[in-house]
């Protein structure tokens, strides 16, 4: 069981996600991250896929790099069905060098959930609030 999956453009882990992961890491929130996760002779498809069954919450990176990518894609209708059928909060999207604008006409499906812009917030401040998402869950 994983507390978050993180979804991501490879092409955003060295200038964002790399650092968001050491913030959840400081506060040990089990996170299902592909660079930790998956290991040499792995079925990674098998394994994401796994790893979004498997976790109480999503993180979603949408940026530039994450528009049009298969498994981004994959991951995110994952955790949008998952969401839409038992209704509880999954998915948290972080908006990174993209406007709201951008994420309406790319994902209308997900516009109206409240995002977090990564320029408004630290990894640290983001890891502090999605610590605050996994307390009420476990008081429920």
């Known amino acids: 069981m994983y507390d978050v999956f993180i979804s991501h453009a490879n092409a955003d882990k060295a200038t964002y996600v790399d650092d968001l992961k050491k913030s959840l890491d400081k506060l040990n929130i089990q996170v299902f991250y592909d660079k930790d996760t998956?290991?040499?002779?792995?079925?990674?498809?098998?394994?994401i896929l796994e790893g979004?069954?498997?976790a109480e919450f999503a993180i979603i990176v949408i940026s530039e790099n994450f528009f049009g990518r298969e498994w981004?894609?994959?991951?995110?209708?994952?955790?949008?069905?998952?969401?839409?059928?038992?209704?509880?909060?999954?998915?948290?999207?972080?908006?990174?060098?993209?406007?709201?604008a951008q994420l309406q006409e790319k994902y209308p499906a997900i516009a109206d959930?409240?995002?977090?812009?990564?320029?408004k917030y630290t990894c640290d401040e983001i890891a502090l609030k999605f610590a605050a998402q996994l307390i009420k869950r476990l008081k429920l």
Not at 73 to 83: A, P, Y
Not at 113 to 119: G, K, R, V, Y
């Open 113 to 119: 959930i409240q995002a977090l812009d990564s320029s």
């Open 72 to 100: 981004t894609e994959k991951g995110l209708s994952d955790f949008l069905n998952r969401q839409n059928q038992n209704g509880q909060k999954i998915i948290l999207p972080i908006l990174h060098k993209i406007s709201v």
């Open 38 to 47: 998956l290991e040499w002779g792995d079925n990674w498809k098998n394994k």
């Open 52 to 54: 979004v069954k498997k």
